[in-house]
């Protein structure tokens, strides 16, 4: 066990809807990335934030936005359903961003698309 | 672009047996690189971290090297156990900022026999 937590663990959306998916990091860290694997390939990242701004986004499209809160839990947000969403979505917290320090995964949301 | 290969994708080896996983980087700067264990479906789970300056670290029955003139890594494992079933998965670290992006390879999907 992480520490980190998701919720929900498996989410069925169709076509054309939003969805929300949300993660709670390890006490006392206050970096959350958020990361997209499709089956049989690696993560790939989406963005990070650290202390509630968007530290560094990876190669998606605006329809995926997210949110930290206060508490440094976080929210993905994806609107506009694609079917290539279809994926596992994973969120990581650290202690900081950047340097040789940990990210702690969580157990990930299984998301798909119809 | 970064990139980060590894090699091979599969490998079936017997319990018992050793076996060495294989990852190529083409990631600048380079801040670190990390192996993780990832069991189908879950969160992965991190087995080692190295900065430049060190070129091996064992966690357990892993062993991984890090040779960044060539910018290769491989991660060897001893005396293999049907739980180590899972993913492994090469990641490096661009360094600070831009949300200390990490480049994630495909992984390398170990299965043991008994």
């Known amino acids: ?114 | 672009k970064n990139q980060v290969e590894q090699s091979p994708q599969s490998l079936i080896i017997l319990e018992g047996k050793n076996c060495t996983l294989q990852c190529n980087y083409t990631v600048s700067p380079f801040s670190n690189l990390r192996w993780y264990k990832q069991d189908t479906g879950r969160g992965p789970v991190s087995l080692t971290i190295m900065t430049f300056s060190e070129n091996t670290k064992s966690n357990g029955r892993y062993t991984a090297t890090l040779d960044a003139d060539t910018k290769q890594s491989s991660l060897h494992i001893t005396a293999s156990q049907l739980s180590d079933s899972a993913s492994y998965i090469c990641v490096v670290s661009s360094g600070l900022g831009a949300g200390n992006m990490l480049t994630f390879g495909g992984g390398t999907r170990l299965m043991v026999k008994p």
């Open chain 1, 1 to 114: 066990e992480t520490g980190v937590t998701q919720s929900p663990t498996h989410l069925i959306k169709t076509r054309g809807q939003q969805v929300t998916l949300r993660c709670s990091s390890q006490s006392g860290h206050n970096t959350v990335s958020w990361y997209q694997q499709a089956l049989g390939q690696g993560p790939q990242f989406i963005f990070q934030y650290y202390r509630e701004e968007e530290n560094g986004r990876g190669n998606f499209p605006p329809r995926f936005s997210g949110l930290q809160f206060p508490n440094y839990s976080s929210e993905l947000n994806v609107n506009a359903l694609e079917l290539d969403d279809s994926a596992l979505y994973l969120c990581a917290s650290s202690l900081v961003p950047g340097g040789p320090y940990e990210q702690y995964f969580g157990p990930g949301t299984r998301l798909t698309v119809t």
